[in-house]
């Protein structure tokens, strides 16, 4: 089984108050999407790794990751992961995953692959929710907001990236675009396709704010790190 892994990151990420987008933020020595691509290097499930940017980022990106093939995105998240599955090639499965999740383990991206491989369409990683969640009135402008009622959490998952597709279901999820999904797994469930949830990783988390950004320096910060300590350690042996 051929894989393409395709990298929408032609967001501008204004949430993170950066002057640059997301993905060409710095995070110590790398850009997240420096860290995104090397990432699923690592993980060695990809034949082929398409990124896809703001259209004035183009030639940026081919000179930060070489290795992989670069595309120009669209207005919306949908239009980006359309253009990067049309430079898929002739892959069998298409990974879809967010630039801005760079930290996430090399086995995440293995076990959602293994699922696709064992027949299932459309795999998700995805974790348990810790927190209690409750449904608001959020209709109005009122504060504080109304309760509706807490909601069942055992039967909820957080869903990360990378989702894993068959070429034939991301096309097919693709096609029916109504432009409301907030992520690729949305469109598939809407036209019909079963979809299924392997177990995530917290280090797949995304990168949204300024203290997420706070978050994933400190892990790489710490990587790093731990790599010149063993270094050191193999020296002196
Ligand atoms: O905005 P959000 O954080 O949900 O975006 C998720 C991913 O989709 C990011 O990696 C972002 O760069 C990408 N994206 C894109 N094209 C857009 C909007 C978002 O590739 N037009």
Redesign the pocket.
């Known amino acids: 089984m051929s894989v393409c892994v395709v990298i929408?990151?032609?967001?501008s990420?204004t949430r993170l108050g950066e002057p640059v987008p997301?993905?060409f933020v710095d995070l110590g020595g790398a850009t997240i999407l420096q860290a995104c691509v090397a990432g699923v290097v690592a993980s060695g499930v990809a034949e082929r790794i398409v990124v896809?940017v703001p259209a004035d980022l183009v030639d940026a990106a081919h000179d930060l990751v070489p290795d992989a093939i670069v595309v120009p995105?669209?207005?919306?998240?949908s239009?980006?992961v359309r253009a990067g599955l049309s430079a898929a090639g002739d892959a069998d499965i298409v990974l879809v995953h967010?630039?801005?999740r760079p930290l996430t383990p090399p086995d995440v991206f293995r076990r959602v692959v293994d699922a696709v491989d064992a027949g299932h369409p459309a795999v998700v990683p995805g974790l348990p929710v810790a927190d209690t969640l409750k449904e608001v009135r959020a209709d109005g402008s009122a504060d504080p907001i109304p309760v509706v009622r807490t909601v069942d959490r055992e039967v909820l998952r957080a869903i990360q990236t990378p989702q894993g597709f068959t070429v034939a279901a991301l096309t097919r999820a693709h096609a029916d675009d109504a432009g409301l999904a907030t992520d690729d797994a949305g469109l598939a469930e809407r036209c019909g396709i079963p979809v299924h949830v392997v177990a995530g990783d917290p280090l797949a988390m995304?990168i949204?704010t300024g203290w997420d950004l706070r978050i994933a320096r400190g892990v790489l910060a710490e990587r790093r790190a731990q790599a010149e300590r063993a270094e050191v350690a193999e020296e002196l042996r």
């Not at 929408?8 to 967001?11: D, F, I, Q």
């Not at 995105?73 to 998240?77: E, Q, W």
Request: aromatic fraction near 0%; charge should be positive; charged fraction near 25%.
């Open positions: 929408p990151a032609a967001g990420g997301k993905a896809v995105g669209g207005a919306h998240r239009d980006s967010d630039a801005a995304k949204t």
